[in-house]
């Protein structure tokens, strides 16, 4: 069965940083672009982050460039979001979502998510 | 950015009703346009990708329609596993964003 599973996610302080990650299972994870998207409580989901099958590429919705980095191990399946300057407004479970090889930037896959609250 | 607005944000409906969700962009977005189903404290679920495409295991009560800037999703026959929030979301460009939502609930 393919499977995503988030790890990571936790209470930090304004201005913190947390460290997601996401295991790939099942699938060839270095053919697959791979995207981050969140959602907050009691609003819709929301694309955070984009990165190509091998890394050279990556792409971030404006309110989280330069304070988010997504990163990937194809030796090791993983997908990772580094989250530095964290704010009140980043409060979210955050979901990893394989996009499909069969259709341009389509999210087929998704993880359970992980739950990150920014708080003081 | 192109922003995606669905009507109606909310609806009321029974068992075996026809339910119809509109979405539209803001510019065109050719035909990448795809529909997720949000259940609580779980994971989107792709539904309908490239409009009308309908995504492996999705039963065929769901079909999409539309081309450019406005969308359809359709629920031929409501079951009771459908009452959820449904979101449309444009893949043309980044910011790949979602609708607000239409959230279908039982009458």
């Known amino acids: 069965e393919v499977l995503l599973v988030e790890s990571g996610g936790g209470l930090v302080q304004p201005g913190g940083s947390l460290r997601l990650s996401c295991a790939a299972s099942?699938?060839?994870?270095?053919?697959?672009?791979m995207n981050w998207v969140r959602q907050a409580p009691g609003k819709g989901p929301e694309w955070v982050a984009s990165i190509k099958r091998d890394g050279s590429e990556k792409y971030y919705v404006d309110s989280v460039k330069g304070r988010f980095t997504i990163s990937r191990d194809n030796a090791e399946n993983s997908l990772y979001l580094q989250m530095d300057s964290l704010r009140a407004e980043d409060t979210a479970v955050y979901y990893c979502a394989r996009d499909s090889v069969t259709a341009a930037r389509v999210m087929d896959v998704w993880g359970q998510g992980t739950t990150v609250t920014v708080s003081s | 950015d192109i922003q995606m607005t669905q009507s109606p944000s909310s609806l009321s409906a029974s068992v075996g009703d026809r339910v119809t969700i509109t979405c539209r962009a803001s510019q065109s977005v050719s035909s990448y346009l795809n529909w997720y189903q949000v259940k609580p404290g779980k994971a989107p679920n792709l539904l309908i990708y490239a409009v009308s495409s309908l995504q492996s295991g999705v039963p065929s009560r769901f079909s999409g329609s539309g081309s450019g800037t406005d969308f359809t999703l359709t629920i031929s026959s409501l079951q009771p596993e459908d009452f959820a929030i449904y979101y449309c979301q444009q893949s043309y460009s980044t910011p790949r964003m979602f609708g607000q939502g239409t959230k279908v609930e039982i009458k």
């Open positions: 099942a699938f060839t994870f270095s053919n697959f672009w």
